[in-house]
Nanobody
Framework: QVQLVESGGGSVQAGGSLRLSCAAY????????MAWFRQLPGSEREGVAA???????SYADSVKGRFTISQDNAKNTLYLQMNSLKPEDTAMYYC?????????????????????WGQGTQVTVSS
């Protein structure tokens, strides 16, 4: 059974930075797509960024140039480096994993694509 555990959320002022981590247990990274999503109360969960097993990446337009997704295969850990944070980045952030790869089996930002989800970590950006 795959388990994903996020950490690194918190409160920061606009313009600041945070790094989220997602530790994965119970699987090997090979052929898995890993992604970050975020969700505001009352809103749909939206894709932020995804990374495939070959380290190819894709980002939502709203975070391009500010966020960087990466992974440490030896530690089975996914990261999201968030710079130049804005109040509109405030949300619960979730990591997700799918064994079919990022660029097949549906669009990477589709919620239905992902088999495994973490419990989330809160990010709050104040103005």
């Amino acid at each position: 059974q795959v388990q994903l555990v996020e950490s690194g959320g918190g409160s920061v002022q606009a313009g600041g930075s945070l790094r989220l981590s997602c530790a994965a247990y119970g699987y090997t990274h090979i052929q898995y797509c890993m992604a970050w999503f975020r969700q505001l109360p009352g809103s749909e969960r939206e894709g932020v960024a995804a990374i495939d097993s070959d380290d190819s990446t894709s980002y939502a337009d709203s975070v391009k140039g500010r966020f960087t997704i990466s992974q440490d295969n030896a530690k089975n850990t996914l990261y999201l480096q968030m710079n130049s944070l804005k109040p509109e980045d405030t949300a619960m952030y979730y990591c997700a994993a799918d064994p079919s790869g990022c660029w097949t089996g549906g669009r990477w930002w589709w919620l239905s694509k992902y088999r495994y989800w973490g419990q989330g970590t809160q990010v709050t950006v104040s103005s």
